[in-house]
C-alpha cells in the first residue's frame, strides 16, 4: 500500500471483493444485491473481532476500537501495567517505536482511516442514489464518520482547540476528496466545522430511528458526539445543551449494576448510550486461545483456562496507586480495585479478603502470584468476565464494551454548566458524585496545584470524577491534552514500573500521536507531528 491514509477495508462487507485492494466503485456496491445495508452493517461490526492491522493472531493489541482505549490510558498515570514486556508496552514507556520509523505508529492510522473510508464509501453510496431506505444508513455513516474524525483529531491534533484554534490536527479525506498526495491537515477549527457538519447531518437522517440495540449510534449518538466537540470548544451553551439532549431515555447505573460480578461493565444497560461487542465467531475470540482480545488484557478472572494476560500471564492492568489512595472508602467504585491491604494477608485470611471482591478468590490469588511483583493490590475488578464466566475464556470473552455512557454525558453537562455558574455546576456535580459515594464532600480535588495546569478549582473537581468513574474506558489521554495537565508517576508508595516514574507538570509532549513516514512521502502535504521524547530514569518523589 502507498498511503497510510488509503488504507482500509470494507473486505468484511462483501466477499467478493479483494481485501489487498478493496476498491469499490459506488455502481459496483448498489448493484450488489444487499451491498448498502451490508456496507452499513460492517461500519460497527468492523470495530472489533478482526486482526485488521497486522492480519496476524500473534498481534494482542490488534482487536479494534477499544484497544485504544488501554494505549490512550496508559500513556497517563491512572493504568500501570505490571511488565516493561506487556503488549501495550510502547505507549506506557513512551517507546521510540512510538516514531514515524516504526510500525507501532502505523497501527493506529491503518485503523481510524480505513474506517473513515469505509463510511465515505456509505455516504457515497447515498448520495449517488438518495432514498428513504438508505437514509438511516446513511445517518449511520455520517455519526460514525464524526466520531472516527473526532477521536483522530484528539490523537493527532498538536495542541488543543482552545489553546490554539489554528493548531493542526488530521488530514480531511471525506467522499469526495479522493486525492491521496495533496491533503494538509486541518486547523482545530477546520476539523470541527467539518464533524459537526457531519453531525447535523446524522441528526437529520437518524431522527426517527429506532434501533435494534446499542450497537449501531441514534440521534442520542450524535447528541453526545456534540458534547464532546462543543466541550473540547468550550463552548459550554452547547456542550451543556447537546449533552442533556444525549441524556434522554437513559439513566446512571445503579450501584449494583456497576460491581455486579457477573454483568459489570459486560453488558448493556441503561446507562450505555452506544457499545460494541465481540462475538464468539470473531477471530480475536476463536484464534490464539483467545488472547488476542480485550478481555485477556483487562478481565482477571478467567485464571482457570490457564488463558489470558491479565489472569495468567502477568500482565494485569491496574489503577494508579495515588488515585486509588484518594477514593474514599464510603464511594461504591473504590470496591471495583483490590486494596493493597490485602498483600499483607496470608492463607484463609486472604482467601477471606478476596471474597469481598470476587467469586474466585482463590483463582485471583494465583493471578496475584503470576505477577512480576507478586501482589494483588490495585488489580481492577471494574471489567468482569460474561456473565460470571471463570473457566471457558472463550465465553467469558465475548463481551460488550461501553463507547458512550450517560454518567460522561452528565459529568459534561456538569463542568458546562460550571463554567457558565460555578455555583450551579458544584450543586450538580455534588448530586452526581452522592449516587456513588452518599459521603462525598466537595473541595478534596481543586486545589491539587500540581495538576492545575491551564486549568484548577472547580476543573479539578470534576476531572478527578472523570478520571474514576471512566477509569479505563479511553478518556484519560484526551483530558489530560485538553486540560493541559501532567502526569504525576513518582511518588512515595507509587505502583509505576522503575525506570517510568516520571512526573511532568505540562502535558506530555508523547500524547501528540505521530504520522508514520511513509505517510509523509506520499502526502506531500502533510506537515509531520515531531518523535516523541521522554525522561531518562526515575523522576525525585512527588509529595502530596
Known amino acids: ?72 490510558d496508559v500513556m497517563g498515570n491512572d493504568i500501570v501495567m505490571d511488565s516493561d514486556g506487556d503488549w501495550y508496552q510502547s505507549w506506557y514507556t513512551c517507546s521510540r517505536a512510538l516514531g514515524p520509523q516504526y510500525a507501532v505508529c502505523q497501527l493506529p492510522l491503518t485503523y481510524f482511516f480505513g474506517w473513515i473510508k469505509d463510511c465515505n464509501s456509505v455516504i457515497s453510496m447515498y448520495k449517488s442514489s438518495p432514498s428513504d431506505l438508505k437514509k438511516n444508513g446513511a445517518g449511520i455513516a455520517y455519526c460514525m464518520r464524526a466520531l472516527y474524525y473526532l477521536d483522530a483529531v484528539q490523537m493527532w491534533g498538536e495542541s488543543t482547540y482552545a489553546k490554539n484554534p489554528d493548531g493542526l490536527t488530521v488530514p480531511k479525506r471525506t467522499d469526495e476528496n479522493v486525492s491521496t498526495t495533496n491533503m494538509p491537515r486541518m486547523t482545530y477549527k477546520e476539523a470541527f466545522s467539518f464533524i459537526l457538519s457531519d453531525l447535523d447531518k446524522a441528526e437529520e437522517l437518524l431522527e426517527g430511528y429506532e434501533r435494534e440495540n446499542v450497537y449501531t449510534p441514534n440521534i442520542n449518538v450524535a447528541y453526545g458526539l456534540k458534547a464532546r466537540v462543543y466541550l473540547l470548544m468550550e463552548d459550554w451553551e452547547n456542550a451543556e445543551k447537546y449533552a442533556k439532549l444525549a441524556q434522554n431515555g437513559y439513566t446512571m447505573m445503579t450501584n449494583q449494576e456497576y460491581t455486579d460480578r457477573k454483568h459489570a461493565f459486560n453488558t448493556p444497560n441503561s446507562s450505555w448510550i452506544m457499545g460494541l461487542t465481540f462475538k464468539p465467531t470473531d477471530p480475536n475470540i476463536t484464534a490464539n486461545d483467545g488472547d488476542s482480545g480485550w478481555g485477556s488484557h483487562m478481565i482477571a478472572e478467567v485464571q482457570a483456562s490457564g488463558m489470558g494476560y491479565a489472569a495468567n500471564y502477568g500482565r494485569p492492568k491496574r489503577i494508579d496507586a495515588h488515585l486509588f489512595s484518594t477514593i474514599p472508602s464510603t464511594d461504591i467504585r473504590k470496591s471495583c480495585y483490590i486494596d493493597p ?14 471474597s469481598a471482591y470476587s467469586d474466585v478468590p482463590e483463582q485471583l490469588a494465583l493471578t496475584g502470584a503470576s505477577t512480576d511483583a507478586g501482589v494483588l493490590g490495585c488489580f481492577q475488578l471494574k471489567f468482569r468476565p460474561k456473565d460470571g464466566e471463570h473457566v471457558d475464556q472463550y465465553k467469558a470473552w465475548t463481551v460488550a464494551v461501553p463507547m458512550m455512557r ?53 476543573r479539578n473537581e470534576v476531572w478527578w470524577q472523570r478520571r474514576v468513574e471512566l477509569w479505563g474506558e479511553g478518556f484519560a489521554t484526551y483530558d489530560i491534552k485538553r486540560l493541559q495537565k501532567g502526569i504525576i508517576r513518582s511518588y512515595p508508595g507509587t505502583n509505576h514500573l522503575q525506570d517510568y516514574r516520571w512526573n511532568v507538570q505540562t502535558m506530555p509532549q508523547w500524547m501528540v500521536f505521530c504520522f508514520v513516514q511513509t505517510e509523509s512521502n506520499y502526502n506531500k502535504d502533510l506537515v509531520p507531528n515531531p518523535t516523541p521524547n521522554h525522561e531518562v530514569g526515575d523522576d525525585p518523589e512527588y509529595i502530596w
Not at 481485501?19 to 455502481?27: A, D, L
Not at 491491604?341 to 478476596?354: F, K, P, R, S, T
Not at 456538569?414 to 455558574?421: K, L, T
Open 1 to 72: 500500500m502507498a498511503g497510510t491514509l488509503v488504507l482500509g477495508g470494507l473486505s468484511s462487507c462483501i466477499e467478493q471483493i479483494d481485501p489487498q485492494t478493496s476498491n469499490v466503485t459506488s455502481e459496483q456496491a448498489s448493484n450488489a444485491p444487499g451491498a448498502f445495508d451490508n456496507f452499513v452493517a460492517g461500519l460497527t461490526n468492523g470495530l472489533v473481532g478482526e486482526f485488521v492491522y497486522s492480519g496476524s493472531d500473534q498481534s494482542p493489541y490488534d482487536y479494534g476500537y477499544p484497544s485504544f482505549y488501554i494505549i490512550r
Open 341 to 354: 491491604a490485602v498483600d499483607d494477608l496470608e492463607g484463609d485470611d486472604l482467601i477471606d479478603a478476596l
Open 406 to 458: 450517560v454518567e460522561e454525558m452528565k459529568l459534561i453537562e456538569i463542568e458546562a454548566a460550571g463554567m457558565q455558574d460555578e455555583a450551579r455546576g458544584k450543586q450538580m456535580l455534588e448530586e452526581f458524585a452522592k449516587v456513588r459515594d452518599p459521603q462525598f464532600t466537595y473541595g478534596e480535588h481543586e486545589k491539587d496545584s500540581y495538576y492545575n495546569g491551564q486549568t484548577g478549582g472547580f
